[in-house]
């Protein structure tokens, strides 16, 4: 399967933060083929692992989140649905969306808006808060009680299309694009002579920070840990001391949080390749899983490989394809040959 296949795949489907297990059966099946072994964990984590066959061997565990932003049914009213948010989601681009109700079947959802010219001039300006968003389902508020209960989670409805120039939109691109670079490495590295055991995490609950991704470091014994998300791409009103370029390769996060040695070897490595490599500094906490990882049993070597990405948590981010390929010949870079460093950890 080609990566924008398997973009397409597991964007397509709906696992927003919490409620990730059906991704996760998806993505399980899309590495299989690339792995010595696939689980899926007691908090839907899929965990698969290429073995280098070497007893006692160090291990290394790429991590891509399998979780997508979304809302969840609070309340009912008037047959109308009351949401709550699943992680970051942006309430500003919410009104007159269409949504897929996670009920079993899935169902149709319209988020409600006004026509402009019954509002006043002053509300035009306002953005609406979520408590005053309400879901359309086409129910009386007895049928919504009854078929659409509390706690039902709902995504974005999108389908996937091209841009020119191999840029790629969809939903949940973030991170599951990012998982489909994992399964490149694994088909990068599939036949490779390697110094350690390679763990390809897609991990849960990124979204709402409490991410599977540390257990699943813990579980595994991971010596380094390198957290594959994505990175805020340069707009018009971007700020540019964060944001990366589209279509010029990975980002490398750099900061006080981030293992040293992770760092400057992913960097000659992308010389090695021959690849351009952008470079992001992180002050603080990055917000991703290695913000965990690194803190898992007694500390962990971490790292942060970056997919630039325009309009990250809306309904319509924006990808490269040649950055996500770049991103996976430098992942397969570095697992077959990360340093003498990562092999003292």
Known sequence: MQMKETIKLL???????G?????????????RPYADEVSIDTLANVVAVRRCGKPGAHKLLLAAHLDEVGLVVTGHEDGFLCVGQLGGLDPRVLPDRDLTVLTDPPRLGVVSVQPPHVLKAEDMKKALKLSDIRVD???????AVREVPIGTPITYRMEGCELLNGRYVSKALDDRACFAILIRTAQLIKDADLPWDVYFVGSTGEERSEGGAPAAAFETEADVCIAVDVGQAK???SPPEVAAD????????????????VEKRLTLLAGREDMPLQRVATPGRSGTDAWF???VRGGTASGIVELPLRYMHSPAECM??????????????????PGKEALEC
């Open 293 to 295: 990882m690194q803190v």
């Open 320 to 337: 490269d394809f040649a950055d996500a390929e770049m991103c996976a010949r430098l992942l397969a870079a570095y697992a077959r040959d």
């Open 246 to 261: 589209l279509g010029k390769g990975p980002v490398l996060k750099v900061g006080p949080n981030f293992t040293k040695h």
């Open 235 to 237: 707009t018009p009103d």
């Open 137 to 143: 389902v086409g129910l009386t508020q007895e049928e």
């Open 19 to 31: 409620f990730e297990r059906p991704v996760s059966v998806i993505a399980a099946e899309a590495i």
């Open 11 to 17: 964007c397509e489907a709906n696992g927003p933060t």
